[in-house]
């Protein structure tokens, strides 16, 4: 079973504080990604990543950056958070060679930024 | 322009009712696919289905169902003698040239 993993389920951060989430995938999935999920709004990307040191800018990346130094892992930087960054945050990963794309997400990190 | 929509925000049932979710999409490309996920509360989105644009037979999986039909751009989905465990959030998405477009989400409460 693929397995992708966030660094935590819940994070509690103030204004301007420089922000951290980890995602880590098992399947040596090339493809990753960041969505942010919020009522209404369904999920948007972020930022995507197609091997290492790649990356990609989704819909919305603005207030975000990424990194991705090895395969298994894709960090979603805040540089400095702000109020309107509260959601939840979801990381998936996929097969390069999978045509049709299926995703595998992480169980997601609600981020409240106070 | 790519778009799914899905214009039910959420829907409540009583246990064993029949349910069935909406999507309707929008692209101009002939090859895409189609796919639908659970959000449980516990957060993560679980795949259900994977159909592709040149496959139009409904699918039956115990009690879910898909049906999809090219003339409407629609891929609803059935739950049949729904069950609490079936209360979750569920999305439907397009998938094409290495994106995917998700519906806003059809949240399903069922009631025992």
């Known amino acids: 079973d693929v397995k992708v993993t966030q660094s935590s389920r819940y994070l509690v951060k103030r204004t301007g504080e420089k922000v951290f989430l980890e995602c880590v995938q098992d399947m040596d999935h090339e493809n990753m990604f960041w969505y942010r999920q919020d009522p209404g709004l369904g999920l948007r990307l972020i930022y995507f990543s197609y091997d290492v040191k790649m990356k990609e800018k989704g819909d919305i990346p603005e207030g975000y950056s990424v990194s991705r130094e090895k395969k298994e892992r894709f960090s979603l930087i805040l540089e400095s958070a702000s109020t309107n960054q509260t959601s939840m945050y979801l990381c998936?990963?996929?097969?390069?060679?999978?045509?049709?794309?299926?995703?595998?997400f992480g169980p997601g990190t609600r981020l409240l930024v106070l | 322009a790519q778009k799914v929509t899905q214009a039910q925000t959420e829907i409540s049932v009583v246990e064993k009712e029949d349910v069935t979710l909406d999507c309707v999409y929008e692209?101009?490309?002939?090859?895409?696919?189609l796919f639908w996920y659970k959000q449980p509360p516990s957060g993560e989105l679980v795949f259900l289905i994977r159909r592709n644009s040149f496959d139009e037979q409904n699918e039956i999986s115990g009690r879910y169902s898909w049906n999809f039909q090219k003339s409407t751009s629609s891929f609803n989905f059935t739950i049949t003698a729904s069950q609490v465990v079936d209360s979750a959030v569920y999305f439907c998405a397009l998938y094409n040239f290495n994106k995917f477009y998700f519906g806003s989400g059809t949240k399903l409460n069922v009631k025992p």
């Open positions: 998936a990963s996929s097969l390069s060679q999978n045509p049709e794309g299926t995703q595998y």
């Open positions: 692209t101009r490309d002939t090859t895409y696919y």
